[in-house]
């Protein structure tokens, strides 16, 4: 099947932080904290988007921008230390969204800023350990808005990004997704600056929240498994039911 675009889909990629679990506002508490004990001002908004679905080795460039490669290292131990203890609370919707996918046979990746060890507790928190093929974590590659992430998630399932469909809720994500070569549905509220930043980062489409993406899937024709999957209004993907892990071997989170 295709999305609107005409883009083959056969998976799904999650972004985590905004798309399953709610972290902006600690997120920025975080990097407030680390440029306190660095002796440096709270950031302003203006670096909110350097920020929010950013690497932390892109938001150390962008705050410090003198610092060299000892003092990056040196930020990043902070940052590694208050990273453990981040406050999230679930997205509505999201642990549904996943297990809906998984239950018609289409993979799930999770690409994410966050450390190994919190992507699991989080995966741990919402039941998802059965659901989730693969994941990406902080250090396994360059991180958003390069597009290594995604393309690197799509290749744990055996995949082309271009066979993937994303979902986003920063233009850092989105910017990572689309260069990737993947089709990005974004997240934002209707009529809003996070809408427009979306649009202009390149996803193909932005809808309210994640309860806009609720799965449908047909059932199978007569001799075959294959189930056409319908990813809310905006993307349409193939799976066989019930086998998630078809092309590609499960990657457990820790």
Not at 122 to 136: F, K, P, Q, R, S
Not at 189 to 197: D, I, L, V
Request: with cysteine; aromatic share 2%.
């Amino acid at each position: 099947m295709t999305t609107d675009a005409g883009v083959r889909c056969s998976a799904v990629l999650l972004d985590v932080d905004g798309v399953l679990v709610t972290t902006e506002g600690a997120v920025l508490e975080l990097w407030a904290e680390v440029c306190a004990r660095r002796g440096r001002a709270a950031p302003g908004e203006e670096s909110s988007t350097h920020i929010v679905g950013c690497s932390p080795e892109h938001t150390v460039r962008h705050l410090f921008p003198e610092a060299d490669a000892a003092g990056v290292e040196e930020v990043l131990a902070i940052v590694r230390t208050l990273e453990p203890g981040l406050r999230s609370a679930p997205v509505p919707g999201a642990a549904d969204l996943v297990r809906g996918l998984h239950a018609a046979g289409v993979p799930v990746a999770l690409v994410t800023g966050a450390s190994r060890e919190r992507l699991a507790a989080v995966v741990g928190a919402l039941g998802l350990h059965d659901e989730v093929t693969a994941t990406v974590t902080w250090g396994e590659t360059r991180g958003k808005p390069s597009p290594d992430p995604y393309v690197l998630a799509a290749r744990r399932l055996g995949l082309d990004a271009a066979d993937c469909v994303v979902v986003e809720d920063a233009p850092a994500g989105v910017t990572s997704a689309v260069t990737a070569g993947a089709t990005c549905i974004g997240l934002a509220p209707p009529a809003s600056a996070e809408r427009s930043a979306l649009e202009q980062a390149g996803a193909a489409a932005v809808v309210g929240t994640v309860l806009d993406l609720r799965v449908s899937a047909s059932a199978p024709a007569p001799g075959t498994t294959a189930y056409a999957v319908r990813l809310g209004e905006h993307a349409y993907l193939t799976a066989g039911a019930n086998d998630p892990a078809q092309s590609a071997p499960r990657e457990e989170p820790s």
